[in-house]
């Protein structure tokens, strides 16, 4: 489980590097909020289609091949990420990395949970390599941003190639099915809710920051802090029940989400990321976790959570065109409300078991 667990860390920071420097690098195009906005839904609406088609896909054939395939046509496309010289360019860049980066990870998390229930290790690793590429991103220079990026996949791909062993699934369903989807709507939704307020607070995090005194290594290091710390959570949470985990999630996020709207210097963003890790871990381990439970077709389910994922990216990405003329603040308060409605939706519904 060593190689999943390693190409899940060095798939997540090749990823991220790119991830936090988007913004930054629109910014130096001419874009505003809402453009920036435009530009997160355009990669996380191809996630979204790509992990749906790939996700069930992988519970009908090998998953090794959807692992590292993925990963190799990411690392291209991240790589191609060099060759835009503007807005219209890098859209056409995070496309198409959006429609590569949502191939693989629904296969690696079924392939990891067929051989051990110990999903806080292995989310644990995926946060560990948000912390790394946020990091990272923080010491490169920015021509060397999209090479590192490429490189890592590039590596990720290699690993996996090497070190995993094929997995070959059958279902006996057909591919079109909507069996999870009606087992499991009340997880994705309340989860899409309250990710698509935090989504709309990510779009311009790093410009939030900036405006509030941090240079682009404090950008890095701030970013880094919140997937570091989730290291740490994820394994402490391992054994925690589910729904206390998911409850946990919902009512620490909307406390995060306000804070957030009362900071006035970079600094004070640092105590509130560790929240936001304990936060995020609890929501995250936990409904993944009851997702595993209530369906045995895993690999179509983390499809579907990565989808709900990239969803909520882009809703959150036109939320931001509807709050961004409230400021930093109205952003914040409106994702705090959000975090409240999806706590309230998981508690008044219960999904159902397989």
């Known amino acids: 489980m060593l190689t999943a667990c390693a190409a899940q860390l060095l798939s997540n920071a090749g990823l991220m590097v790119a ?10 195009f001419g874009a505003n909020n809402q453009q920036i906005g435009l530009l997160v839904a355009c990669y996380q609406v191809m996630i979204l289609l ?8 992988a ?11 993925g990963l190799a046509a990411s690392a291209v496309a991240l790589g191609l990420h060099v060759f835009a010289r503007s807005l219209g360019g890098l859209f056409a860049a995070r496309a198409f990395a959006g429609l590569c980066a949502g191939v693989f990870p629904a296969a690696l998390m079924a392939y990891f949970y067929g051989r051990s229930r110990l999903l806080g290790r292995f989310t644990g690793f995926g946060s ?20 590192t990026a490429a490189a890592l996949m590039a590596t990720t ?16 369903q057909p591919f079109l099915d909507t069996r999870v989807l009606r087992r499991s709507w009340p997880i994705y939704l309340s989860f899409l809710l309250r990710h698509m307020g935090a989504c709309s607070i990510w779009s311009i995090f790093p410009l939030f920051l900036a405006d509030r005194g941090a240079s682009r290594l404090w950008v890095g290091i701030v ?3 919140n997937p570091f710390a989730q290291v740490l959570f994820m394994n402490l949470l391992e054994r925690a029940g589910e729904r206390l985990l998911i409850i946990t999630g919902f009512v ?16 004070q963003v640092v105590p509130i990321q560790l929240m936001l890790a304990l936060s995020w871990s609890c929501l995250y381990l936990g409904s993944l976790r009851e997702l595993m439970r209530v369906n045995r077709e895993r690999s179509t389910a983390a499809g579907m959570f990565q989808s709900t994922l990239s969803l909520s990216a882009v809703g959150g990405a036109l939320l931001l065109g509807l709050t961004g003329a409230l400021g930093y603040r109205g952003i914040m308060f409106v994702a705090a409300g959000l975090a409240v409605v999806g706590g ?7 999904p159902r078991q397989a």
């Open 128 to 147: 560990l390599g948000w912390g790394v590429g946020a990091f990272t991103l923080g010491v490169l220079s920015p021509g060397w941003v999209f090479p």
């Open 252 to 267: 620490l996020s909307a406390l995060v989400f306000f804070a957030f709207g009362l900071v006035t210097n970079f600094r």
């Open 59 to 69: 519970d009908y054939g090998d998953r090794k091949r959807f692992v590292v395939y």
């Open 50 to 57: 790509s992990s749906v088609v790939f996700g069930r896909w």
């Open 344 to 350: 309230i939706l998981h508690l008044a519904i219960k």
């Open 157 to 172: 791909a290699v690993l996996a190639w090497a070190g995993l062993k094929h997995e070959h699934v059958r279902l006996e």
């Open 19 to 28: 991830v936090v420097y988007i913004p930054l690098l629109a910014n130096r």
């Open 223 to 225: 970013f880094a802090i």
